[in-house]
């Protein structure tokens, strides 16, 4: 597929991207008549990479009201456009940054480039071919950013209740075609019409109801809106067997977490094995476990409960304890998963100052947890134990046991280390054996993914991008001493590395990928 562009400015500003025209197919839009054409004719899908001037003059606008970016807002909202846009402006970037109208903060979120005037068709051209293609998903996110619910109301129900004029009315109820295709965008244009049909008819009763009506709607997702932009309350499991001291941690945790406490290692091995969702973030345990009716040790301790979860899925794991340093690092020291050790209080008020201390703590980690867990690939090849070599458990469990283990950061700074040498110095045969260990498949798609950006982010068309990667696929399938020929040898190579083909470039990319690419220029 070819790089269709669509200019969006007027007249005087063809000059600025006029070398466009001779490296790609080209449409020029210069006023809104003919925007909405596109729309009505439902040509926008042709078109996969868009430039839009900011300041733009079309029906009376000034150049100070940039009405390019009320455009580009369309063309995301209304339009459903998923194409890379590159907003072109004679201003800072940083000019914007200082703008209330919520409209400009379209400038912050992901599929928009933004250049400078004057610049080079080349720049334009490495904007846009540098912005990695949009999942529908993420239409979804906009109207936190692009509405704004509270003006929306006021703006809506003072035109309505002040202006009789229809036009004015059906101006203020334009707005609500913002909310096209959202959750409430029905509901919402069902009122519209009964307060067009009211107003219309002069039958104030039902105009005044229906107007009631509107703002209870927009209300109501206005304080959805607000609970979405809350911070979640990601869930924990505590394990204290001391009910005064679990009361208290609880008692702070549950501000910012959403907490399931238990007293019992065997309650909290049930709870483990019962998250086969993964709702857990994070687990809480105190190291020194007692039986309230033997006073006996129980039968596990804390330390036993985190190993055991540690085998399972992936956690924030951390230890409560009281014994004396000598004895916990001694203990610490025949462990093997990746835990934080904090310190308990017997005073309630100098135990609840511990926990507010050790909260941001615990919220980072989680943060870093949720983040793995949404970078894990999920195809069958990650979860299979049924490959050549028998020995092996799959790649799911000897990723888990290496990430949650405390010498992660040692192997993990080994695959870089060997990945580095290998763009530096060239093939290492030992690199290049097909071995079906978790260290094996960390390194190929390691120089699987550096390979693929360096083509990807360049400023070449989808069919020339296409063609290289697909001569990369190649070299890499013979390097590994696979057969290149055939398209199912290709898929069947991409699956052993664990990557889906729709998927590329980033969906299932582990955290670590990313930051080694970083190191590299390449930002996912």
Excluded at 78 to 92: D, Q, V
Excluded at 248 to 267: G, I, P, Q
Excluded at 363 to 375: G, K, N, P, T
Excluded at 484 to 513: I, Q, T
Aim: proline share 2%; glycine share 4%; hydrophobic share 40%.
């Amino acid at each position: 597929m070819d790089d269709n562009y669509l200019i969006i400015g007027d007249e005087r500003q063809r000059a600025y991207v006029s070398q466009l025209a001779a490296n790609a197919n080209l449409q020029y839009v210069t006023s809104e008549e003919e925007f909405e054409t596109l729309r009505a004719d439902k040509k926008i899908e042709r078109y996969n990479r868009i430039v839009i001037f900011s300041e733009l003059p079309w029906e009376g606008k000034n150049y100070s009201e940039f009405y390019g970016i009320d455009v580009a807002v369309r063309l995301r909202m209304e339009w459903r456009s998923l194409a890379p846009i590159c907003i072109l402006s004679f201003m800072p970037k940083g000019y914007f940054a200082g703008k209330k109208e919520v409209k400009f903060n379209i400038l912050k979120v992901r599929g928009i480039a933004f250049c400078q005037l004057p610049c080079s068709f080349e720049t334009i051209e490495k904007s846009l071919g540098q912005i990695i293609p949009l999942h529908p998903a993420t239409l979804a996110f906009l109207p936190l950013y692009l509405i704004e619910i509270k003006s929306l109301i006021g703006e809506i129900t003072h035109s309505l209740r002040i202006n009789s004029g229809e036009e004015l009315i059906d101006k203020a109820l334009s707005k609500i075609e913002q909310f096209t295709k959202t959750t409430i965008y029905d509901s919402l244009k069902s009122l519209a019409d009964k307060i067009k049909a009211a107003h219309h008819n002069k039958n104030s009763e039902e105009f005044a109801d229906a107007i009631e009506k509107l703002v209870e709607k927009l209300n109501a997702y206005q304080k959805k809106e607000l609970a979405l932009k809350e911070e979640k309350k990601e869930k924990i499991l505590l394990l204290e067997d001391k009910e005064e001291e679990l009361s208290w941690a609880r008692s702070e945790l549950e501000k910012h977490f959403e907490v399931v406490a238990v007293k019992t290692a065997k309650d909290a091995i049930k709870e483990i094995d019962e998250d086969e969702k993964h709702n857990y973030r994070a687990i809480i345990c105190d190291w020194e476990l007692i039986d309230p009716v033997s006073s006996e040790h129980q039968e596990l301790l804390g330390f036993e409960v985190l190993q055991y979860a540690s085998a399972k899925r992936f956690y924030a794991m951390f230890s409560l304890t009281v014994t004396d340093d000598y004895c916990v690092r001694d203990v610490d020291a025949c462990i093997n998963f990746k835990h934080k050790i904090f310190k308990k209080e017997f005073v309630e008020e100098k135990s609840k100052a511990l926990w507010n201390s050790y909260i941001p703590i615990i919220q980072q980690d989680v943060r870093q947890i949720s983040e793995l867990i949404c970078s894990i690939p999920d195809c069958a090849n990650w979860h299979t134990t049924t490959r050549r070599n028998q020995t092996l458990p799959s790649y799911k469990t000897q990723y888990t046991e290496k990430r949650n283990s405390a010498d992660w950061a040692s192997f993990e700074n080994n695959i870089s280390m060997q990945v580095n040498n290998y763009f530096e110095w060239g093939a290492d045969e030992s690199i290049l054996e097909i071995r079906e260990d978790i260290e094996s498949l960390l390194i190929t798609r390691r120089i699987f993914y550096k390979r693929f950006f360096d083509i990807f982010l360049k400023s070449l068309s989808y069919g020339e991008k296409r063609s290289k990667i697909n001569a990369i696929e190649k070299t890499m399938m013979q390097e590994f001493g696979r057969s290149a020929k055939g398209e199912s040898n290709r898929n069947k190579f991409l699956s052993d590395l664990c990557l889906k083909l729709n998927n590329l470039p980033s969906v299932g990319m582990l955290p670590e990928e990313k930051a080694w690419l970083a190191t590299h220029g390449i930002f996912i």
